[in-house]
């Protein structure tokens, strides 16, 4: 059975930086184009960055310039680097693929508060 496993999210001061992680087990990984959401409270699960099986990546506006989504294909896991956090990046943040989606992780917490 697939599994999605996220991780890396803590709380972080405005301006900081965090690093999330998505390590997929049991699945073809480096075929699939990947993808980070969010959730923040109250609101719909929203995309955030793809990355295709060949590292083509592609953002949605509000991270432009501040996320970047990597992937490792031998590792099965796929990465969120983030920085200059705003306190309206605070949300639950999920990987799957793009298309094809497997069952949805736990999700890791990221709390962007002074």
């Known amino acids: 059975q697939v599994q999605l496993v996220e991780s890396g999210g803590d709380l972080v001061q405005p301006g900081g930086s965090l690093r999330l992680s998505c390590a997929a087990s049991g699945s073809i990984f480096s075929i699939y184009t990947m993808a980070w959401y969010r959730q923040a409270p109250g609101k719909q699960r929203e995309l955030v960055a793809t990355?295709?099986?060949?590292?083509?990546?592609n953002y949605v506006d509000f991270v432009k310039g501040r996320f970047t989504i990597t992937r490792d294909n031998v590792k099965n896991t796929v990465y969120l680097q983030m920085n200059s956090l705003k306190p309206e990046d605070t949300a639950v943040y999920y990987c799957?693929?793009?298309?094809?989606?497997?069952?949805w992780g736990q999700g890791t917490q990221v709390t962007v508060s002074s």
């Open positions: 990355i295709t099986h060949g590292a083509r990546t």
């Open positions: 799957n693929r793009l298309t094809n989606q497997l069952a």
